[in-house]
């Protein structure tokens, strides 16, 4: 792309009338015909990643989806495997779990207590420490985020994403070989490691290849197809655990993740570019025809896409520059308000959804079920995926064009925020009932129920999250990600670890109530930011965008994701 700096007067800007122009991310989605208009606008070049064809832009994703569900599902299942590890660990056979009985042994108990799987006359292993099997691939991959996402600005998205995915699969069998805990651990937090980048780096994806009417369709695909691969293992997982061994759960995932390894090798494009301002806000700065959406390719100019151009390394050289400014650019970010909110949801959806995941099968014991078939406690997940994908897909995107149309063609990220409404509520009341039916001992039918309320307000929230953010800031959207991803992974590793401590100290409910209430004090931000985020946006914007000059507005080619 060319360097050379490009004047736009302001009559010629959609943004560019008052302060309009210091709102980032405020884009004139619908034009006067009423008809969507592509923002980010495609360049004429047949290598813009927004110019592959809407199958191959579809097939990265799935390909992506299928190997980031595989981590993802690493995480859910561990996770509910912690009473076969608080077992293995205890020197204790993990295959007597199908004949424990969990309900004589907590009977009498007002505390739900997960340490009631341990047989009497049987020092336990620290529960703290065994939880960190399902909690330490989050600080991994929290961890990994800050440094592999300014690699992706630098070097591509190709080789970090093939590089870390390389280290998923290894952690995995390193975890199925351990012969110790400390081994184990060590395992898992390389598996997070190479989780890390599939999990920050799907987003900024589908941003470089979506337009922005379609990102939230692409998220919700991305996040309900993860459920497929999490049901079928998940059921699995108990089974083969308590009648075979835990580790042909992580050879299967492995496997698996060698194969999804090999089709992000055949089907993942490269997909970093830089775009200048006004294309990121959607102005028409090449010759279009009238009707035209679009400018048209121009191959002989800017060479055709190849074999090498889509799947190559390192084919649009390297952004060493743009990679440390990203990383700056993560820190000044972090105290945005509405990142700052937004990390704080996350945070607190991630860690109600570990809560659940680990304590489900103690709550399913309890009710007399057998170790071997609480792997149907995904079920809920089923439900709550296909609500994702349609409540955080193609109904989210018909709220916020519909919120759109209302205010003149003008969009505004805020728009997503009603979608959150709802997956809010949801989270608090699937608070309330999880831990009272777990607490209780109320039939098993209303602690599923919990956990689809749970699941689904997770999923959706995370959807909406990641949309409302890079429309936020789509210069930064790389800075943004890692700070909504990273911070809210942290803050749940610490929290979440402790989880199955608090239970046994404070009782279920005590503790899934403090979260409802977390839920309730954070749902406030939504009509706080709803009304006032796009004066935020302009402070904030003010501090680092610096783009007027002399009534002109400079065109500077930056990389999409700094």
Known sequence: MAEKENYLTRSETVDSIGSEAKAVGSTNLVDENGEIRLI??????????????EKQKWLAIGVLCFFGSLALSAEV????????????????DPRILNNVDFVASSKGSVDFNPLSVIPPGVMP????EVSLLATIPLIANGVASYFLVPLSIGMGRRPVLLFTGALAWIGGLWAGTSTTLHSHLAGRALQGLGAGAVEALIPLIVQDIMFIHQRNRAMSAVVSSQGIIIIALGIAAPYVSANFTWRILYYATSGFGILAWGLLIAFLPETRWRRSQEELSGQKIYPLEPGQKRPTLEPETYGPRTL??????FQFGFQWKEAGLSMLDTLRTTFFPAIVWSTLANSAFVIINQAAQ?????????????????GLSV?????????????????????SLAITRRHGGVREPEFHLPNMIIPFAFGILGCFVFGYSAQNNLHWAFILLGSFFVIFAFLTVLTVVNVFVVESYPRWAGP????????????????????????AEKGVLNTFAIYA??????????PVLYFTGKKIRIWTAGSVKGQSDGGKLKRVDTMDSV
């Open 379 to 399: 079920m809920p997940t089923v439900l709550a995926t296909v609500a994702v994908y349609f409540l955080g897909g193609p109904v989210s995107d018909r709220v």
């Open 480 to 503: 943004v990600l890692v700070n909504v991803s990273s911070i809210r992974i942290i803050i749940a590793f610490f929290l979440s670890s402790e989880v199955t401590t608090w239970v």
């Open 77 to 92: 299942i561990i996770g509910s495997l912690i009473p076969v590890f608080l077992l293995e660990y205890s020197g204790v």
């Open 125 to 128: 292993a620290d529960l703290h």
């Open 308 to 313: 090498w151009t889509t799947i190559g390394f």
């Open 517 to 526: 209430e977390a839920l309730l004090v954070l749902s406030l931000g939504i």
């Open 40 to 53: 980010p606008m495609p360049t004429p070049d047949p290598k813009d990643p927004l110019n592959l064809p």
């Open 358 to 374: 680990q304590l489900g099968s103690f709550a399913l014991l309890a009710q007399g079920w057998q170790f071997q078939y609480t």
